[in-house]
């Protein structure tokens, strides 16, 4: 997720609250931080005032140890030992649905997502066959990765299921237009895609407050990646529409992302977020009038030293770009050497 330099937005918040501590958003809504193990050092999640009904939660973090050490101390803080009625996970990553298993299974809480988002879960962490192995190796071998980094990239397996450890097993389906009533206040469900395929976003029309996820962040690109499960998909394609989407919420929306601090000016990001990538297909466009690999085209838009987590992210975009330029026409796709795909404008 590069960061893209930009204007400053609104930001009505001076700094985060403390780790595994609330900060009050507008009444009825605490923002909650919770700590990742990566260069990304947190998430935002939200938790929505039910009152005798108890709290909703909007995503969870991590499923790891620290993690749910941090939700005992908020249950006993923040949250003043009240009930959890529901927990919403805004998409399938790990650091949004990692710990919803063991929430729901320590609150009884029931569990709140998109269809779409829960299968993929459900898939990821039961998909750990020799069939699914070779088939991610076969992604990577055919973006042109040198064999040091292919190494520590598929080093990486089964990270999913270290960051998932279960996923709830009944659903609550939530549809794009549902509106929940959570407490006082009545948030409608918003849809969109690119980021995963059927995030979920919730807003309060009221009071102009948007909690969205990763579909749009203050300072960093939400990561738009094809992965090895779909190796041809064009997810560019949906969050350019999503983004186009935006200009209908009001101009002086709150908006409360997953990572960074809530903003206000949602209009203005939508455009530079649009922008960028327009600049990355023309970069790439530009690269490659001559053959090309996924790799290289990898290391030039993310021209920095990358761990393999950060390296999987990165090549999972570059390919997301060159494939909504195959879709378009303008970049043809043919085998080279070793079976590796070379990319080449039409």
Same mark, same amino acid.
């Given at each position: +997720?590069?960061?893209i330099p930009?204007p400053?937005?609104?930001h009505?918040?001076?700094?985060?609250?403390?780790?595994?501590?609330?900060?009050?958003?507008?009444?009825?809504?605490?923002?909650i931080?919770?700590? /990742?193990p990566? @260069? /990304?050092?947190?998430?935002?999640?939200?938790?929505?005032?039910?009152?005798?009904?108890?709290w909703?939660?909007?995503?969870?973090?991590?499923?790891?140890?620290?993690t749910?050490d941090?939700?005992?101390?908020?249950?006993?803080?923040?949250?003043h030992?009240?009930?959890? *009625? =529901? !927990?919403?996970a805004?998409?399938?990553?790990?650091d949004?649905?990692?710990?919803?298993?063991?929430l729901?299974e320590?609150?009884?809480?029931?569990f *709140?997502?998109?269809?779409?988002?829960?299968?993929?879960?459900c898939?990821l962490s039961?998909?750990?066959?020799? *069939?699914m192995d070779?088939?991610?190796?076969?992604?990577?071998?055919r973006?042109?990765?040198d064999d040091?980094?292919?190494t520590?990239?598929l080093? &990486?397996?089964n990270?999913?299921?270290?960051?998932?450890?279960?996923?709830?097993?009944?659903?609550?389906?939530?549809?794009?237009?549902?509106?929940?009533?959570?407490g006082?206040?009545?948030?409608?469900?918003?849809?969109?895609g690119g980021?995963?395929?059927?995030?979920?976003s919730?807003y309060?029309?009221?009071?102009?407050?948007?909690?969205?996820?990763?579909?749009i962040?203050? =300072?960093?690109?939400?990561?738009?990646?094809?992965?090895?499960?779909?190796?041809d998909?064009?997810?560019?394609t949906?969050?350019?529409?999503?983004? *186009?989407?935006w200009?209908?919420?009001?101009?002086?929306?709150l908006?409360?992302?997953?990572?960074?601090?809530?903003?206000?000016?949602?209009?203005r990001?939508?455009?530079e977020?649009?922008?960028?990538?327009?600049?990355r297909?023309?970069?790439?466009?530009?690269?490659?009038a001559?053959p090309?690999?996924?790799? +290289?085209?990898t290391?030039?838009?993310?021209?920095?030293p990358?761990?393999?987590? @950060?390296m999987?992210?990165a +090549?999972?975009?570059?390919?997301a770009?060159?494939?909504?330029?195959? &879709? &378009?026409?303008?970049?043809?796709?043919?085998?080279g050497?070793?079976? !590796?795909?070379?990319? @080449?404008?039409?």
């Amino acid at each position: +997720m590069p960061a893209i330099p930009s204007p400053p937005l609104d930001h009505p918040f001076d700094a985060p609250p403390s780790f595994a501590s609330a900060k009050t958003v507008v009444p009825g809504v605490l923002w909650i931080r919770l700590a /990742l193990p990566f @260069q /990304l050092d947190h998430i935002n999640v939200w938790a929505l005032d039910g009152g005798a009904n108890g709290w909703t939660l909007v995503d969870s973090g991590l499923g790891d140890s620290r993690t749910r050490d941090s939700w005992e101390t908020l249950f006993a803080g923040a949250l003043h030992g009240r009930p959890i *009625a =529901r !927990v919403i996970a805004t998409h399938f990553h790990p650091d949004h649905i990692g710990a919803a298993g063991w929430l729901v299974e320590r609150t009884g809480a029931e569990f *709140a997502t998109s269809l779409t988002e829960w299968l993929f879960a459900c898939a990821l962490s039961a998909n750990t066959s020799a *069939a699914m192995d070779q088939a991610v190796e076969r992604f990577y071998r055919r973006s042109g990765l040198d064999d040091e980094t292919l190494t520590a990239v598929l080093s &990486r397996k089964n990270a999913y299921t270290r960051g998932v450890p279960s996923v709830p097993p009944t659903l609550s389906r939530l549809r794009a237009g549902d509106v929940l009533p959570i407490g006082e206040t009545k948030w409608r469900v918003v849809g969109g895609g690119g980021h995963t395929v059927e995030p979920v976003s919730l807003y309060d029309a009221e009071r102009r407050v948007l909690i969205v996820g990763d579909q749009i962040l203050p =300072r960093i690109s939400p990561n738009i990646s094809v992965w090895p499960t779909e190796p041809d998909a064009d997810p560019l394609t949906d969050y350019l529409g999503s983004l *186009a989407a935006w200009s209908a919420f009001p101009p002086d929306t709150l908006v409360l992302p997953s990572h960074g601090l809530p903003f206000r000016g949602l209009h203005r990001r939508a455009t530079e977020l649009r922008d960028h990538h327009t600049d990355r297909l023309d970069e790439i466009i530009a690269q490659c009038a001559t053959p090309q690999t996924a790799a +290289m085209v990898t290391r030039t838009l993310f021209n920095r030293p990358l761990d393999p987590h @950060q390296m999987v992210f990165a +090549m999972g975009e570059a390919i997301a770009h060159l494939n909504h330029l195959l &879709r &378009r026409g303008i970049l043809t796709r043919r085998p080279g050497p070793n079976a !590796v795909d070379l990319y @080449q404008r039409a």
